[in-house]
C-alpha cells in the first residue's frame, strides 16, 4: 500500500517555505498539501503567480508537492474553471474541494441530488484537465459519511473525482465501519485524513443537554479511531492516495504540538508498515 505522507499545514502558516520543509523533514513527513486560502503562502487571487513559486521552493528542498486544499466549490469551478488549469500545469493532481453544505431544514434529498448534480459537471471539467477533485468528508455537512459519498461519485470517472476519509471529523458524528466504508467506496478513496479525538466529560456542564461530554483533537496514538483495522481495510480495497496529517491540537503552541507530530508520524508509519509485510 502507498503510504505518502503529506500534512495540511494550517497550523504552520506562520513559517516561510523553508522552515516549513524544515519542520516537515524533522518530523518525518515526505509531502504537503497547498493550501490555496487568503493568509496562506498560495492565495485565491494570486494563484497563477503563488503556486508555481511555492512549489517549486518545497519540492527544491526535496518535499513532495501534488495535492492541493482548496475551497472552490463544484458551482465557483463550473463558472471559472481556470484554477483548475492552473493546478494541473503546476503538477497538482488532486485537490480537496469545497463541501456541500447543509441548507437550515430544507429537503435532504434534493441538496442531495443537487451535489450530485453538481459532482457531475465537475468530473467532467476535471477529465478536461487531467486533474481529480477530492471530497472530503466533515462533520456538520451535508456529506458527512461514506454512504452519503457513495451518492456523489458512484458510476462518475474515479479518475477524476475521489472521497477523503476523515476518521477525526467522522467521530462528531459517529463512524461507519472501516471495512463497510473502505469496500464502498473502493477505487474512489483518494486520501485520509489524520486527525482523531478522544471524548471528556466536563462535569461543570452536567446540567446541559449533552451532559457535559465533548470531543477534543487529539494525536492519533491518544484518540479513539482504531488506525491499525483501518490500515488493514484500506490494503484490502488498494488504497494509494496520500495520508493527510491534520494536527489541531496545540495549534497555538507550536513547541508542544510539533513533537506530538512527530510522534504521531511514527505511529502510523510503524502501523501501515506492519500491515505492508516483508
Not at 484554477?83 to 429537503?107: K, Q
Not at 451535508?142 to 475521489?162: D, N, Q
Amino acid at each position: 500500500m502507498n503510504h505518502t505522507l503529506s500534512i495540511f499545514p494550517k497550523v504552520l502558516a506562520r513559517l516561510d517555505v523553508r522552515a516549513l520543509a524544515a519542520v516537515l523533514r524533522d518530523v518525518g513527513l515526505d509531502a504537503c498539501n497547498v493550501v490555496i486560502r487568503d493568509g496562506f503562502w498560495v492565495t485565491p487571487d494570486g494563484l497563477a503567480s503563488e503556486l508555481p513559486r511555492f512549489a517549486r521552493a518545497l519540492r527544491n528542498e526535496g518535499i513532495t508537492v501534488n495535492f492541493a486544499t482548496a475551497g472552490y466549490s463544484a458551482e465557483q469551478l463550473a463558472a471559472d474553471p481556470a484554477p483548475l488549469a492552473v493546478m494541473a500545469d503546476n503538477g497538482i493532481a488532486d485537490f480537496r474541494m469545497g463541501y456541500f453544505r447543509l441548507e437550515g431544514a430544507g429537503d435532504r434529498r434534493a441538496q442531495l441530488a443537487d451535489a450530485r448534480r453538481q459532482m457531475e459537471t465537475l468530473a467532467a471539467l476535471c477529465e478536461r484537465h487531467g486533474v481529480r477533485a477530492v471530497y472530503q468528508l466533515h462533520h456538520g455537512m451535508l456529506v458527512s459519511s461514506a454512504s452519503a459519498a457513495w451518492r456523489l461519485v458512484e458510476g462518475l470517472p474515479a479518475a477524476h473525482v475521489g472521497i477523503e476519509l476523515d476518521p477525526g471529523n467522522q467521530s462528531f458524528e459517529g463512524t461507519e465501519n472501516w471495512a463497510f466504508a473502505a469496500g464502498l467506496l473502493g477505487e474512489y478513496l483518494a486520501a485520509v485524513g489524520v486527525k482523531d479525538t478522544v471524548v471528556v466529560r466536563d462535569s461543570a456542564r452536567g446540567a446541559d443537554s449533552d451532559k457535559g461530554w465533548h470531543r477534543r483533537w487529539a494525536p492519533i496514538d491518544e484518540g479513539v479511531t482504531n488506525w491499525r483495522e483501518l490500515s488493514i481495510c484500506l490494503k484490502r480495497v488498494g488504497f494509494s492516495g496520500p495520508f493527510v496529517f491534520m494536527p489541531f491540537y496545540d495549534s497555538d503552541h507550536l513547541e508542544v504540538l510539533i513533537p506530538k507530530l512527530k510522534r504521531e508520524v511514527a505511529y502510523l508509519k510503524q502501523i501501515v508498515e506492519s500491515e505492508e509485510g516483508p
